[in-house]
């Protein structure tokens, strides 16, 4: 059965700062891994997919990497700003099937 | 993409009530939709899956008398939360199937039952 855990489970940062979230599974036969982002009340955006046959994937300040044979994926956020403020989550595709989701990592970046 | 759309956003209802929410893929024919909910600073767990045209599965430890999941149409698919209680205050989103492309989920329905 698939787990995906995050690391750190919460992180605060002063604007400007480049931050890695990490994201860890346990099955690494994932269809593809995707990470969102969640804001208070709110449902989720998608921010990035990586393919399992891909290694990364980049969108403006977001690089997301993908290593399925450690089982591990990274969000990393270039030159964090306030509105980057939300919770991010990793959920791993299991061959198109249910997502399963990790805890999230909240993150504050403080102006 | 796979666009979805949830409503209602946000519901208050008295215990001992029932909601329904209602989720519809807008962009493409949806045989399947996962059900997910989330209680505060947890992950988001699933439900349950509806199928089109059959019967729900549910999740070990889910109520499906309680969670009634209806999958009328390859558009629509609804969640019935029965006689709510305040345990039952949580935030629900259906989720349609992975894939290659990037899944865009609606806002989820955030349930509060006083």
């Known amino acids: 059965k698939q787990e995906v855990t995050q690391i750190p489970a919460a992180l605060s940062v002063p604007e400007g700062e480049n931050l890695v979230l990490n994201c860890s599974f346990t099955d690494s036969a994932i269809y593809n891994l995707q990470w969102f982002r969640q804001d208070p009340g709110k449902g989720l955006t998608s921010l990035l997919l990586i393919q399992s046959s891909q290694r990364e994937q980049t969108s403006g300040r977001l690089n997301a990497s993908l290593d399925k044979s450690s089982g591990r994926s990274t969000l990393y956020i270039a030159a964090s700003q306030p509105g980057d403020s939300a919770t991010y989550l990793c959920?791993?595709?299991?061959?198109?099937?249910?997502?399963?989701f990790g805890p999230g990592t909240r993150l504050s970046v403080l102006p | 993409g796979a666009v979805v759309s949830q409503h209602p956003s946000r519901v208050i209802c008295k215990s001992g009530t029932s909601v329904k929410i209602e989720c519809r893929s807008l962009?493409?024919?949806?045989?399947?939709m996962f059900w997910y909910r989330q209680f505060p600073k947890q992950s988001l767990m699933l439900m349950a899956t509806s199928n089109e045209g059959s019967k729900a599965t549910y999740e070990q430890g889910v109520e499906k008398d309680k969670f009634l999941i209806n999958h009328a149409s390859l558009t629509l698919s609804t969640l019935t939360v029965t006689s709510a209680h305040p345990e039952d205050s949580s935030f629900y989103i259906c989720v349609p199937p992975g894939g290659n492309t990037e899944a865009f989920f609606g806002q989820g329905t955030r349930l509060t039952v006083v």
């Open positions: 959920a791993a595709d299991n061959y198109g099937q249910n997502f399963v």
């Open positions: 962009d493409f024919q949806a045989t399947t």
